[in-house]
């Protein structure tokens, strides 16, 4: 009868949920373009523990959205689009914060219930300066090399 008041979860026996805060995952989107936001993103979906078909998905999206973002800056560079090549941060950045979006849609359930359960958000700055510094440094040569074309 005692067994009945010993706590049948003990925090050696939890698997515990980790996360960014994920609205200022919006700041390495507009900052660090689509490639830095997509790291990130599908590394928060991990430590949310989402399912893995949700992560798959993520993925794939994500992909995809870098595949349209380099043929659009590609389809600029080129005139097949009448826009200014000035435009071409625009719309890294509209792709960015897009993948954001996205990204929000399927974190955000999994990062209220990670913060019910006394989850404390892990800080953003160090991984979220790496990733803007080295990822827009690809995203930038990227759009640098579809431009020489």
């Given at each position: ?118 989850g404390?958000?892990?800080s ?26």
């Amino acid at each position: 009868m005692e067994n009945l008041y010993k706590p049948s979860l003990t925090s050696h026996d939890v698997d515990r949920t980790r996360s960014y805060e994920i609205s200022n995952l919006f700041f390495v989107a507009m900052l660090g373009g689509i490639f830095a936001i997509a790291i990130l993103g599908i590394q928060n979906a991990k430590w949310l523990k989402i399912e893995k078909k949700y992560i798959r998905l993520l993925t794939i999206i994500s992909i995809v959205l870098i595949i349209v973002k380099l043929a659009v800056v590609y389809a600029i560079g080129q005139q097949l689009i009448p826009l200014d090549e000035k435009y071409i941060k625009f719309v890294s950045r509209l792709f960015g914060v897009a993948c954001f979006f996205i990204f929000f849609a399927f974190l955000d359930e999994p990062y209220k219930e990670h913060l019910a359960v006394d989850g404390v958000a892990e800080s953003l700055w160090k991984p979220g300066f790496i990733a803007i510094i080295f990822y827009g440094f690809i995203d930038a040569l990227a759009t640098l090399f579809l431009l020489a074309l």
